[in-house]
């Protein structure tokens, strides 16, 4: 097809495509006439984990070329794994956090194997230190549940990467999980919120007299 | 306090309390001489909130303007969450999405009490197209169980905000949970997904002869 089609195929505009081409995030179609390219199914499926990377995951240009070189690499498993944690994870050093946040981290997680420098550890330290510099504590296991939240979500996360064939096809579940199960878990837990509190308080945290309700459009 | 000693309080360098002052995210100190100004301890906390949310919660100066004008108001409760979850949410509108995947999203967290319009229902809908579009699917319940863990944060969320006195001290704790919340969270994720994907997998999904492991470092 040619790229005005590839284009109405995705929803991404001729001028975003063509950006995506020249940043090397995206293939240029094979040559058919010397002023004319030819786009397949595979520029398409690209395009749309482009998109779904840049536009619903948040990730800069540079990260998403960081995870789709990961993909299309040879790399085992275990690489693009951590390539797409620290592609979405601020690159902290341990030496400049809180040794005594790391400790907590790390007994809230006793019985969990991780390496010293898994980013999830290293960002859940800062978080902590940033919670306590403004006075906020943890008096009926605010971290300890997040945590036990958290291991559900990964054991679904590696559920689902099982059920997967191929290197290919796991190294994109492993990206596409890392990137979008952060925005798709902080839409679930605002819903939660806003469920959990219409329940618990006579003023619930909802809008008044603004939009129905879910369950009132029946 | 001068504003030097305000910087070595909370680690921020003068320059940049200069910049949120101007900025308006945080009071200018009071003038003790013509060019002096004194600050008090209600800046240094001020000021940890601001690079809470910025530094560690990744918002810009204009949504951290939001959500701080939200505690300082004396808007009811509801209206500080909404703000809140507004400010971390991209603003999307219901009519740009899919009405397929709404109605997946509303079915799956069905018996959920949410308005149509709450955020995370619409951004759920976002990353439900999104996955779909690069051809993941879901076999073994990876979005019901990512809901039931959101649900269980949201009840961590509710809980300890009921442990908080004064519409002051629960606006903060609204915004700091909502915004530091996520980042908490994805961290914990990271390090779940290490731990699970280890006991899991022949070749876990670790580096090789990377760091040691924590449980090594005893």
């Known amino acids: 097809m040619k790229m005005a089609k590839l284009s109405e195929a995705t929803g991404v505009p001729v001028a975003t495509i063509k950006f995506y081409i020249r940043a090397g995030l995206l293939q240029g179609g ?3 006439l010397p002023n004319q390219a ?9 395009l749309r984990l482009i998109r779904g990377l840049i536009e619903v995951g948040g990730l800069t240009v540079a990260a998403s070329q960081r995870v789709i070189e990961a993909i299309d690499s040879d790399k085992p498993l275990a690489e693009t794994f951590e390539i797409a944690q620290q592609t979405v994870s601020d690159e902290l050093d341990q030496s400049s956090l809180d040794p005594a946040a790391l400790s907590r981290i790390d007994e809230l997680l006793s019985g969990w194997h ?3 420098t898994n980013p999830g550890r290293l960002a859940a330290a800062r978080v902590l230190t940033a919670f306590e510099a403004v006075g906020q504590h943890d008096e009926r296991g605010w971290f300890k549940r997040y945590a036990e939240a958290a291991l559900l979500a990964a054991e679904a996360d590696v559920d689902e990467l099982e059920t997967r064939h191929g290197r290919e096809a796991q190294a994109e579940t492993v990206v596409i999980g890392t990137v979008l199960g952060d925005a798709l878990f902080a839409a679930l837990r605002r819903a939660a919120q806003e469920h959990v509190s219409s329940l618990r308080f006579s003023t619930p945290l909802t809008p008044e007299n603004s939009a129905e309700t879910v369950e009132d459009r029946s």
Chains 1, 2 share one sequence.
């Open 114 to 116: 991780y390496h010293s």
């Open 30 to 32: 094979e040559r058919s």
């Open 38 to 46: 030819d786009y397949g199914d595979a520029h398409v499926q690209r």
